[in-house]
């Protein structure tokens, strides 16, 4: 960490290993496209590869509903499918990290700390690298075995739960509680705090008490009216 600028692998790297150092530097020289396209770059290529498993998922849940629909109805929903799901993995991406940087933004004037929006879009960027790794690891799982194989793999709380408990708002709120998630929350928080020039128990608060107020009502929202997709 003695260098005063990283390249992109390092950088990437180092958020894993040695977070705080990391953000101090990435605060110094917040410049993120060559990593941010790199990550773009293979979550479009992850999306890609699971097209097959994800199209073939969407046809059962259709079938299962019972409904009849024709061929063209059929084809039309598929290729729509495939091409959400491929603009999502290229444009969701800079989204969150847009809403994480706006999020460390209103933290700032409550802790008035020190940082311009470039470094704390720089950090949403590099905090959000557990929760990218998180869903490759699920996109592997599907090419593997199936998106029935994923989603019987659980990396959230809702692991603690009983086997019989698999819906209701305690499940859902559980689930949304994935370590990946907390993981990049913490680098949020901790990254934030760096570049502003503050303390983790200064920022941490304030990231972990919206995040928590978000899932709560996701998840009742979800227990009432039925599973809030992207949410």
Do not use: C, H
């Amino acid at each position: 960490m003695d260098d005063q600028k990283l390249n992109a692998g390092r950088k990437l790297w180092g958020v894993i290993v040695s977070p705080a150092p990391t953000f101090r530097l990435i605060g110094e020289d917040p410049r993120i496209l060559a990593p941010a396209l790199l990550v773009i770059a293979v979550d479009v290529l992850l999306a890609w590869l699971i097209i097959p498993e994800t199209l073939a998922y969407t046809k059962s849940v259709l079938e299962s509903t019972g409904e009849t629909l024709t061929a063209d109805m059929l084809n039309a929903t598929l290729t729509w499918t495939k091409v959400s799901v491929i603009a999502g993995a290229a444009f969701l991406p800079p989204l969150i990290w847009l809403v994480q940087a706006v999020l460390l933004w209103l933290v700032k004037q409550f802790t008035v700390g020190e940082a311009t929006f470039k470094q704390l879009y720089a950090v949403s960027f590099f905090a959000w690298i557990p929760p990218f790794l998180g869903s490759a690891i699920k996109s592997v799982l599907v090419k593997i075995g199936g998106i029935d194989l994923m989603m019987s793999i659980k990396t959230s709380l809702a692991l603690f739960l009983p086997p019989s408990i698999e819906s209701g708002f305690w499940f859902l709120m559980l689930s949304k509680m994935d370590f990946f998630t907390i993981w990049g929350l913490v680098l949020l928080a901790l990254g934030g705090a760096v570049v502003m020039k503050k303390e983790f128990k200064n920022t941490a608060p304030y990231i972990f008490g919206i995040w928590l107020v978000y899932i709560v009502i996701v998840a009742y929202l979800s227990s009432k009216f039925g599973n809030l997709a992207g949410m």
